[in-house]
């Protein structure tokens, strides 16, 4: 029984040392994170205690098994935005819509400035990091640019001027963007005129060319009665016969022809064809 106690309490131990090392080891993997490439490694400690001096940038291998330590990844590659179509007014009241969407990507080296200003929003997971940036801040700021924008124009005014309202829109788009540290790459306006512009757009297209149709069918009209005229007149001289300038031509017409010898004679110089 003595010599049974002894080897059953060291295969105890030897059992617990095993589990032991298990635990350790799973610690250690599950402890040690690596900053995925074209990320930005963001390293917060202390529980971000003391404000943006308990974060700092990071590449590589993170062990994050101390408390109040957490790795951030934030993606440095391109990402599209699109925010739901809102209504936007004119200064006279001129209802349009705007579907927008957009591009863009984080500035490389405000991976700090990011995390430190957006960690409430609930960006722990790189998959959701940038969509809830978007829904929570991007996408407010192109529907207000464009709201605020509106209002500088009338409704016909912005309608014959979409090309410099856009231009304006992306313009201010690019400094906020900078200001949240982000890069703005490309924007799409998406914008629709009010329901009775489209109408009256539609009325003055088909009038145009209902224009150009009959301009052709005019056209046409005079180019007919041109060769009406001409095939009347060609017709009336035939009708009153051969007059002396027509017999002439013939004339030249039937001797250049000929294969026979022709000789033409004023009367004092002979002149000899196909001789």
């Not at 963001?42 to 590449?59: A, C, H, I, P, W």
Request: charged share 25%.
């Amino acid at each position: 029984k003595y010599l049974f106690y002894i080897c059953k309490h060291k295969l105890d131990n030897i059992h617990m040392k095993k589990i032991l090392m298990g635990l350790i080891l799973s610690t250690m993997v599950i402890s040690c994170s690596r900053v995925e490439p074209n990320y930005e490694g963001v390293l917060m400690e202390n529980y971000g205690r003391n404000g943006k001096e308990d974060f700092s940038t990071v590449t590589g291998k993170q062990w994050v098994i101390s408390p109040g330590t957490q790795l951030y990844q934030v993606p440095m590659f391109e990402t599209s935005g699109d925010p739901q179509a809102v209504q936007v007014s004119a200064k006279d009241a001129g209802v349009f819509t705007v579907d927008p969407s957009y591009q863009y990507q984080p500035i490389r080296g405000k991976g700090v400035d990011i995390v430190f200003n957006y960690k409430h929003l609930g960006i722990d997971e790189p998959e959701v990091m940038m969509d809830n940036v978007e829904n929570a801040i991007l996408n407010k700021i192109v529907t207000n640019a464009y709201r605020e924008e509106a209002r500088n124009y009338t409704t016909d005014s912005l309608m014959n001027n979409l090309n410099t309202f856009e231009k304006q829109v992306e313009s201010r788009l690019k400094k906020e963007f900078e200001g949240k540290f982000f890069v703005l790459n490309n924007l799409t306006s998406g914008l629709k005129p009010p329901k009775s512009m489209e109408e009256a757009i539609e009325r003055r297209n088909n009038s145009v060319q209902e224009a150009e149709k009959v301009r052709n069918e005019l056209q046409v009209s005079k180019m007919n009665l041109e060769k009406a005229k001409i095939d009347a007149e060609t017709n009336r001289v035939k009708s009153q016969g051969l007059d002396g300038k027509l017999l002439q031509e013939k004339w030249i017409e039937a001797i250049r022809n000929t294969d026979n010898k022709v000789i033409i004679t004023d009367g004092r110089t002979p002149i000899i064809f196909n001789q």
